[in-house]
């Protein structure tokens, strides 16, 4: 009964068994932190079959003893048994989560190092195999090759030409008869058994054998790696170089240089010095002089300073202390001048072999209004005219046009107003003929001897061509008379120059011009070289909106290409884009060609020569050099002495202040000339700045500065500019005709002096006693001897011909009456305003004054 109370106290209580036990660790860190975790132990189910009873936990850990055989076999070598995991432990009753958890690493520590030692006496035993079986090759091949020198000695003994005989004969023999026994035995043949040759067994490489002291490998040379033995493991390949020394930097390069030493023959010879020949000019910088002689500019500098020049590579020295540096380095020296670095104007003569016919260039010139444009507008079968501001030719325009022939001609349009000038003298510079426009009926004006004077003055020949013969008062005759005065002689007169008839508003005589034109150009046989650098005259250009800086060229030898770097005056760039006179791009423009370029860095001038260069550098360097010079030529003082100073002192002429802004810069040009010659003894146009496109901020603000008019010759501000405009009050004025652009200003001009004043001298008279007229003043007793006097006239106070006062008549009486005007002949008596200084003998001179508008 006790016993069954024992056996009831001790039982659990009953309940389903839990599969997942949970419980905590306490994890401790440094700096006395504890963090607690929760840890969950889930068992592992065992599914079992149907009848199949757990095993019990001893039964599993013993493995039965397997029964002795009656019969043992002689068996091969035995196989070294797998060795199974060791079994795991059971719990103990009563393990808190901690424990089991602190168990259960420690049982997997174990087993991670029980691995571990067994794989690595795996790893011994499978080196061990290797080198046995590696001894064992080596012994066979050993003997196979003492075999074989056996077996040559052997052959090499025996006679060599019997056994070569008779083998072959009982080869054929023993063949014979083998085949007749078998015949007669009933059975079947055999072949004969195929005798094989030993054939030297091919030989491993051994490996290397291992350096004796002797032959130890010097420090920092590469030593042969060791053959890696064994299985290959992760561990292994990471851990490869682990505990091997790593070599120094500085072995690296030791082994470096010795490696170059052997290449260059084992000895390091020294390099020798290179002779250059240094360009130095007018001055240079330290460093740049160093660059050209490709040495050190610290060397330079030490160099100075022993001659007592304490400088840094940044400071510039002149020419004869670079001429010292380099001397002194042993290099040769190039002196150059800066006038080297610009691009020599004269033009280098083409061979006669590489010249080829080129399109001549005809500009049309003539006074304004005689059908220049018109004219052109009839050859190319366009209408510029009509879009022409005012009816006139304000710009100069190049085109090319092709005659029925197939030839091509390229025409440029001048400007016929008085303003242009210089655009024509510029058009009669780069042609090769000039056609000569004059009205039938309107006859020889100024611009036109002013063509004939330009086509003279630059030797070319001239076309005249005689317009307007639609006219019903149209008269060649009496052109062709009048042009006899300026010493053109026509054909039709026995002279050398052609003329032509024409009428460009009905295309009558155009075809006679193009063959005349054909005639003179075939009788000067225009050539020029294609294949070499372009040179080409800036006709005209312009700042446009969308496109920036554009210069029209005519291309006078040489190929314009896409992408050449050019220089033109002072601006250089390079070539964008090649627009032809239809709008077109093209890649590339010959000899006589006009085009419009694109790429510029500014706009240059017109007239200014183009010249392509081999690179940018050169370009930039030269444009450079040319606006360097401009400035020290606009800035110069023009030198003085006391005359020119006085004089400049004496000169009250008052200032006109401007600012011009235009479409082109021929046009800047032509407005400039103009208002110049506006000027005068009284005022003076004072231009602050000109140029080309749009107005913009900066030209505003000058202007407020400077208290001037903004001029915009076919052009217009933009937004910003028009605000400011608009803050600053500046006035501005819009043309679009350069002769209303003059009238208007000249008007201005004249208003800034005000009315003319003119002296009208009325009537003269001798003073021949001085009376006194009240306290202060005193009254003159006159004699009428010119003209006559009025009262209220001004009147000039003369003695021995000096005036002495400038007075004007402040009473005039005849007797005791005031009179309006005593004539001459008659006396009568004055008073003069603000003056006493009255003596007989005196003059006086009585006039009036007339205020009258004034011209310029």
């Known amino acids: 009964m006790s016993d069954d109370k024992n056996e009831t106290r001790t039982r659990k209580p009953l309940g389903l068994k839990r599969s997942v036990e949970s419980g905590e660790v306490k994890q401790t860190f440094s700096h006395g932190r504890t963090n607690k975790v929760a840890v969950e132990v889930k068992r592992r189910r065992k599914i079992l079959k149907p009848g199949e009873s757990a095993p019990a936990p001893a039964e599993e850990a013993k493995a039965p003893a397997p029964a002795p055989a009656p019969e043992p076999a002689p068996a091969p070598a035995p196989k070294p048994a797998a060795k199974k995991p060791a079994p795991k432990k059971a719990a103990p009753a009563g393990e808190t989560p901690q424990e089991r958890v602190a168990r259960l690493q420690r049982e997997a520590e174990e087993d991670r190092l029980r691995q571990a030692e067994e794989a690595r006496k795996r ?147 020294p390099r020798e010095k290179q002779t250059r020949d240094v360009i130095v000019p007018e001055a240079i910088t330290v460093q740049e002089l160093a ?43 190039q002196k150059v001048s800066e006038a080297d670095i610009d691009i020599k104007a004269e033009e280098d003569v083409d ?91 309107d006859g020889i004006m100024p611009q036109t001897i002013e063509a004939i004077s330009h086509a003279k003055a630059a030797g070319t020949p001239i076309i005249v061509a005689i317009n307007k013969m639609d006219k019903e008062d149209a008269n060649p005759q009496k052109v062709r008379e009048r042009l006899l005065e300026q010493e053109v002689i026509v054909e039709a007169m026995s002279g050398d120059v052609q003329d032509v008839e024409i009428s460009a508003l009905k295309g009558t005589g155009l075809d006679e011009l193009l063959d005349k034109i054909a005639l003179q150009a075939e009788l000067m046989e225009l050539k020029a070289n294609p294949d070499r650098a372009a040179e080409a005259t800036v006709i005209e250009a312009q700042l446009d ?4 800086p554009v210069a029209s060229v005519l291309v006078t030898r040489g190929t314009l290409k896409k992408g050449d770097s050019f220089v033109a005056g002072t601006e250089s760039g390079r070539v964008r884009a090649i627009v032809d006179d239809q709008g077109k791009q093209i890649k590339e423009a010959g000899p006589s060609m006009p085009v419009e370029v694109l790429g510029l860095g500014g706009v240059p001038g017109a007239g200014e020569q183009l010249t392509v260069v081999e690179n940018e550098q050169r370009a930039r360097e030269v444009a450079e050099y040319r606006r360097d010079k401009a400035n020290e030529k606009r800035t110069a003082l023009a030198p003085t002495n006391f005359d020119a100073m006085f004089a400049g002192l004496a000169n009250k002429a008052i200032e006109f202040p401007l600012l011009v802004r235009a479409d082109v810069q021929g046009s800047v040009e032509a407005i400039k000339t103009a208002l110049t010659n506006l000027s005068n003894d009284d005022i003076k146009v004072r231009i602050l700045h000109s140029g080309v496109g749009a107005i913009t901020e900066n030209d505003v603000t000058l202007a407020a500065a400077g208290n001037a008019p903004i001029i915009g010759f076919n052009v217009r501000p933009n937004a910003k500019a028009r605000q400011q ?132």
């Not at 006679?159 to 079947?188: F, H, I, L, N």
């Not at 444009?373 to 304000?394: F, M, Y």
């Open 291 to 333: 660059n050209r002689m490709a040495e050190k500019g610290a060397d330079l500098v030490k160099e100075l300073f022993s001659l007592g020049m304490a400088v840094t590579v940044n400071q510039t020295i002149d020419q004869d202390t670079a001429e010292l540096l380099v001397e002194q380095f042993g290099h040769n020296i």
């Open 123 to 269: 790893d011994e035993e499978k080196a061990r195999q290797a080198a046995e079986e590696e001894k064992r090759r080596a012994e066979e091949n050993a003997k196979a090759k003492e075999e074989a020198a056996k077996r040559a000695e052997e052959e090499a003994k025996a006679p060599a030409e019997a056994p070569a005989a008779e083998a072959p004969a009982a080869e054929a023999a023993e063949q014979e008869a083998a085949p007749a026994e078998d015949a007669g035995s009933g059975k079947t043949a055999r072949p004969a058994a195929r005798k094989f040759t030993p054939v030297q067994r091919p030989e491993p490489k051994k490996p290397e054998k291992k350096p004796k002291k002797e032959d130890k490998p010097a420090r920092g040379a590469e030593r042969p790696d060791k053959r890696r033995s064994g299985k290959l493991t992760v561990t292994k390949a990471l851990n490869e170089d682990e505990g091997r020394r790593a070599r120094s930097l500085a072995a690296l390069k030791r082994a470096r240089e010795k490696e170059r030493r052997s290449q260059g023959g084992g000895s390091s010879k």
């Open 725 to 856: 405009i608009e803050r600053e009050k500046v006035r501005l004025m819009y043309y679009d005709v350069i002769y209303h652009l003059t009238e208007e200003i000249a008007k201005e001009m004249a208003g800034e002096l005000g009315p003319e004043r003119i002296e009208n001298v009325v009537g003269r008279a001798a003073v021949k006693e001085v009376f006194k007229s009240g306290k202060k003043d005193k009254a003159a007793g006159l004699l009428v001897e010119e003209g006559s006097i009025r009262k209220g006239l001004h009147a000039r106070l003369t003695r021995d011909d000096v005036i002495v006062s400038s007075t004007t008549i402040a009473s005039l009486r005849r007797f005791k009456d005031d009179v309006d005007e005593v004539r001459a002949g008659l006396e009568c008596g004055v008073v003069l305003e603000d003056t006493n200084d009255i003596k007989p003998g005196d003059q006086l001179e009585v006039f009036e004054v007339e205020e009258r508008e004034r011209t310029l």
């Open 351 to 441: 061979p006669e072999e590489s010249l080829k016919p080129r399109p001549p260039v005809v500009t049309i010139m003539g006074h304004v209004d005689h059908g220049k444009t018109s004219l052109l507008d009839a050859l190319r079968g366009t209408s510029v005219t009509k879009g022409e501001a005012g009816g006139i030719t304000q710009h100069i325009g190049s085109y090319q046009v092709e005659t029925k022939n197939g030839d091509k001609i390229t025409f440029l349009d001048t400007p016929g107003h008085a303003a242009f000038t210089e655009m024509r003298a510029r058009g009669a510079n780069v042609t090769d003929i000039v056609v000569l426009v004059v009205a039938a009926d």
């Open 545 to 548: 909106k969308g496109r920036g």
